[in-house]
């Protein structure tokens, strides 16, 4: 049986779900897909990454540590999970920003759950899926990503409630907008620290201020920290969580425009106060600004991968063949453009 979990965006709301913020993401047409079944031993096989046979569920620092951890936080979990093959595909490109992760941890916790029948809920899931990429890859990750694989519907987006994990549907009209994604071809590495490090500062800043959650901080608090890098990163954090509650209301009452100004207002705190962005992104969506292109954003953990988009399709299209010509003499490498579609999260495939 084959399940398959999507990618996602996230209109906006970034680096603020380890944090107690909201994020408002939706899933993606680009998918992957996993077939699980029993074997006589442990065996990861992907169309792109070839096969693999596992002797123990240790890590190993390579693409299987998704499959492994997941299968590890099951046995944690007090689940005997007995010798599988487990079969990988995807049109999800890895390492841009689109959450593929969290796509491939959540579609193999739902293929053992439905192969073996432990019966696992969504949240179940997504629990397991994140405590995987916690524990066992390494990235100390917050649970929009793997929470938005599992519970995203079509033609949604859900404002995520990080603190309460509770979530609302918002129906994404655009008002004849549509949405876009630039690949800048830059490939970041999640693991490589700079995402704990950030995780390590906010955290600090709750520490010095004595306080046990960003609910609980306001601006002005944040004058008793001295340290001008962490309070860089606090002040995103809550003006990023602010913008998210605007922006659902812009989405609900159609301002595109006024959604449009919050994208680049969170571009320029990502890249300003955070510093998770990096000259090709900041390339990217300055052009698209400077062109009159109504809202653009980097996306995802950051330091390269993709760029949300925000405009009519023929303009997006049109601008970004300017882009692309540009882009190329600065950095020799060709950007790509993709329309995007949302999708429903995780599912088992050839049922309604
Ligand atoms: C990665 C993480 C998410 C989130 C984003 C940044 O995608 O997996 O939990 O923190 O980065 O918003």
């Given at each position: 049986m084959t399940v398959s979990s999507p990618g996602r965006v996230n209109i906006i709301g970034e680096h603020v779900d380890y944090n107690d913020g909201f994020v408002l993401p939706f899933a993606i047409s680009k998918r992957t897909w996993v077939d699980a079944k029993r074997s006589e031993k442990f065996v990861i096989s992907s169309r792109g990454y070839g096969r693999v046979e596992i002797s123990?569920?240790?890590?190993?620092?390579?693409?299987t540590d998704y499959v492994t951890g997941v299968l590890k936080e099951l046995e944690s979990s007090g689940f005997k999970v007995p010798p599988v093959e487990i079969k990988i595909w995807s049109d999800l490109p890895a390492g841009?920003?689109?959450?593929s992760s969290a796509a491939l941890e959540t579609a193999v916790a739902f293929a053992i759950s439905e192969l073996l029948n432990l019966k696992l809920g969504k949240m179940d899931i997504v629990n397991i899926s994140v405590r995987a990429e916690r524990n066992f890859v390494g990235v100390q990750c917050g649970v929009m990503d793997q929470y938005t694989a599992v519970f995203s519907r079509k033609g949604q987006a859900m404002l995520l409630d990080t603190m309460k994990i509770t979530h609302e549907y918002i129906p994404l009209n655009l008002n004849g907008l549509s949405f876009a994604l630039i690949d800048s071809k830059v490939k970041h590495s999640l693991s490589s620290g700079e995402y704990n490090k950030r995780r390590e500062e906010t955290r600090r800043v709750l520490e010095i201020l004595k306080?046990?959650?960003?609910?609980?901080?306001?601006?002005?608090?944040?004058?008793?920290?001295?340290d001008t890098v962490l309070k860089k990163r606090a002040i995103h954090v809550l003006e990023e969580t602010k913008r998210v509650v605007r922006a659902a209301e812009f989405l609900r009452s159609g301002k595109m425009k006024d959604l449009g100004e919050l994208l680049y207002e969170s571009h320029e705190s990502l890249s300003?106060?955070?510093?998770?962005?990096c000259d090709e992104t900041d390339f990217i969506v300055e052009f698209l600004k400077k062109n009159g292109i109504i809202g653009a954003r980097m996306i995802g953990g950051g330091f390269g991968g993709n760029v949300l988009v925000l405009d009519r399709e023929e303009k997006i299209k049109r601008i970004f063949k300017k882009m692309s010509d540009e882009y190329f003499k600065a950095f020799k490498t060709k950007p790509t453009l993709m329309m995007i579609e949302s999708d429903d999260g995780a599912r088992i495939e050839g049922r309604d």
């Open positions: 123990s569920l240790k890590k190993t620092g390579k693409w841009s920003g689109l959450s306080k046990s959650s960003y609910r609980d901080v306001k601006i002005k608090d944040l004058e008793k920290i001295s300003e106060l955070y510093e998770v962005s």
